[in-house]
C-alpha cells in the first residue's frame, strides 16, 4: 500500500461542465502520474509531476490540465468534459530506489452524459 | 519507446491447468519489464518486475515470468490456476521521462478466465 488516495470515487457529470479529480499520497513521493484506462487500450499516460509546479504532459492529454501546489496533491482538471472523457482514472507514484516501478490509487470512474 | 504487445485479449483455461499470458516487448535497450494484475473495480497491483540479472523472475501468487532476450518476450506463467486468478493482467516497459523518473507503457491487458 503506497499511501495513495483518490476522490471522488465515482462521479456522473455532464458534457461541458468542468471536472476535477483529487489524487492524495502520504509518503512524499517527488513522481506522480495521470493514467485513463479505456477497454482495449491498456493504460495511458495523460500527465505525470516530477515535482511541486513541476508537470508535463503525456500522450493523451489534451482536453486536461494538472496542477501540483503541494508534494503530496496532484490534481487533475477536465475543463470542458466531453463523452470521450468517459474512463477509469488512475493516479500514480513511483519509488525511485527501485526499478521505476509504479503504484496505483483505487482509481475515480468518470462518466460524462 | 519502448512498448509491449499482449497476445490474446481473453485467455480462459481449467481450474488447476497451467495460465501463460503472453507479452512481447520492443526496445533498443535492456528493458525493465513489469506485470501487474487488476481485479475486478480495483486499481492495478504488482506481481513482478525485471531488471537485470536473473532472468527468471517470481512474483506474488504464484505466478513467474521469463525474460528471454532472444525471443524479446516476458512471458507470464503459473503451473496451476485457481479460481482467484481470474482478472486482468497488464505488461509493462518502462520508459526514461525527458523531467527525470520514468513512465510506464502498457500493452492492452489480457482478461484471464478460470473454469472450473
Known amino acids: 500500500d503506497a499511501g495513495i488516495t483518490q476522490s471522488p470515487r465515482h462521479k456522473v457529470t455532464e458534457t461541458g461542465t468542468p471536472v476535477t479529480l483529487r489524487c492524495h499520497q502520504t509518503?512524499?513521493?517527488?513522481?506522480m502520474y495521470w493514467y485513463r484506462q479505456d477497454p482495449g487500450h491498456g493504460l495511458r499516460l495523460i500527465h505525470y509531476?516530477?515535482?511541486?509546479?513541476?508537470?508535463d504532459k503525456g500522450e493523451v492529454s489534451d482536453g486536461y490540465s494538472v496542477s501540483r501546489s503541494k508534494t503530496e496533491d496532484f490534481l487533475l482538471t477536465l475543463e470542458s468534459a466531453t463523452s470521450s472523457q468517459t474512463s477509469v482514472y488512475f493516479c500514480?507514484?513511483?519509488?525511485?530506489?527501485?526499478?521505476?516501478?509504479?503504484?496505483f490509487g483505487p482509481g475515480t470512474r468518470l462518466t460524462v452524459l | 519507446a519502448q512498448s509491449v504487445t499482449q497476445l490474446g485479449s481473453h485467455v480462459s483455461v481449467s481450474e488447476g491447468a497451467l495460465v501463460l499470458l503472453r507479452c512481447n516487448y520492443s526496445?533498443?535497450?535492456?528493458?525493465?519489464l513489469f506485470w501487474y494484475v487488476q481485479y475486478p473495480n480495483q486499481g492495478l497491483q504488482l506481481l513482478l518486475k525485471?531488471?537485470?540479472?536473473?532472468?527468471l523472475v517470481k512474483g506474488i501468487n504464484g505466478f513467474e515470468a521469463e525474460f528471454k532476450k532472444s525471443e524479446t518476450s516476458f512471458h507470464l506463467t503459473k503451473p496451476s490456476a485457481h479460481m482467484s486468478d481470474a482478472a486482468e493482467y497488464f505488461c509493462?516497459?518502462?520508459?526514461?521521462?525527458?523531467?527525470?523518473?520514468?513512465?510506464?507503457?502498457f500493452g492492452t491487458g489480457t482478461q484471464l478466465k478460470v473454469e472450473l
Open positions: 500514480a507514484i513511483t519509488i525511485l530506489a527501485g526499478a521505476g516501478e509504479q503504484f
Open positions: 509518503e512524499n513521493h517527488r513522481y
Open positions: 509531476s516530477y515535482g511541486v509546479k513541476d508537470t
Open positions: 526496445s533498443s535497450v535492456p528493458p525493465y
Open positions: 525485471y531488471t537485470t540479472g536473473a532472468t
Open positions: 509493462a516497459v518502462s520508459n526514461i521521462l525527458t523531467g527525470g523518473g520514468n513512465k510506464l507503457t
